[in-house]
């Protein structure tokens, strides 16, 4: 059984029951989703990934004259601060293990490769009708195209996420992003759906916003179980009362908020907040 997209943009959830649990999960994040990676164990999967990032990124930084070496670490400081970072955030990183931290121009340079190489792009913020729109960002974060380049590039094993929670999340986050940009572009056929990230200083956040071109729109939170569910479902809840308190408010009712989790032992809807929350195991088109 599944819990489909297009279902939930219709309203229409069937709570079922997942085998994937969290060792399984960190599994699917470590091999990633390229086709050449399926069936091979999680070592060869990351030796292999290893060999197609040189790759990828040899021709492009000879072209602008680029050293590998400088590529590495700016991707591998994105990779461990995770994308709500700041520049500070990846400076002290690199200062912290010891390292002098590029310049801000150096990064702007190799994040540029990574994005024409397509192994990141750009997630904008939604800016949505609220009052105070000045407590809101709207600055692009960056993405890897799939988990498992930030898994390879900190040497992350399955077993060493399971011990590594933030990263777990980090790297959740970025399947289930993945994936619903995947969805959504399936499921819309008359343009392509936009997908986007809300936050503001008021505690409302939705780490995926997926608008159709009909305007129907649902968000989406992340969390790795049922622990993180109050934390994820409120940061919902009050997204969509902000925006009902807006008296100029033009955007409809979202058809749905969602928590996707790793793990989840009830998927349901709760009926206190009226969040859906299901595991990531069972997202389809």
């Known amino acids: 059984m599944s819990v489909s997209l297009m279902g939930l943009f219709s309203r229409n959830f069937y709570p079922m029951s997942c085998p994937m649990g969290l060792p399984e999960l960190s599994e699917v994040i470590c091999r ?3 086709a050449r990676m ?3 164990g999680t070592e060869s999967a990351a030796r292999l990934l290893r060999v197609q990032l040189q790759t990828a990124l040899d021709q492009e930084l000879q072209r602008r004259g680029k050293r590998l070496p400088m590529a590495l670490r700016v991707a591998i400081a994105q990779a461990a601060c995770g994308w709500q970072s700041t520049y500070e955030d990846r400076a002290h990183y690199m ?3 010891g390292e002098k931290p590029f310049s801000r121009n150096t990064e702007r340079d190799y994040a540029e490769v990574f994005r024409n190489t397509y192994l990141t792009y750009c997630v904008e913020g939604w800016r949505a009708p609220v009052r105070s729109v000045s407590r809101v960002r709207f600055k692009p974060r960056t993405q890897f195209v799939d ?3 930030p898994a390879t590039l900190l040497s992350h094993t399955p077993e060493t996420l399971l011990q590594d929670a933030p990263a777990l999340l980090e790297l959740l986050r970025c399947l289930v992003l993945r994936d619903l940009s995947v969805y959504a572009s399936i499921l819309d056929a008359k343009a392509s759906p936009i997908v986007r990230y809300y936050t503001d ?3 409302a956040q ?3 916003v997926v608008t159709l071109s009909d305007g129907r729109w649902g968000a989406f939170n992340v969390a790795i179980g049922e622990a993180q569910f109050e934390s994820a479902a409120r940061g919902l ?3 969509r009362s902000k925006l009902r308190k807006n008296p100029d408010n033009t955007c409809p009712e979202p058809e749905f908020l969602a928590v996707i989790m790793g793990s989840c032992s009830r998927p349901r809807l709760d ?5 859906y929350v299901f595991p990531v195991g069972c997202l389809t088109v």
């Open 32 to 34: 990633g989703g390229w």
């Open 38 to 40: 399926q069936g091979l």
């Open 95 to 97: 200062a912290s293990h």
């Open 147 to 149: 988990p498992s380049i």
């Open 201 to 203: 200083s008021d505690g």
């Open 206 to 208: 939705a780490d995926i």
């Open 237 to 239: 809840c009050r997204l």
């Open 271 to 275: 009926r206190r907040t009226d969040v």
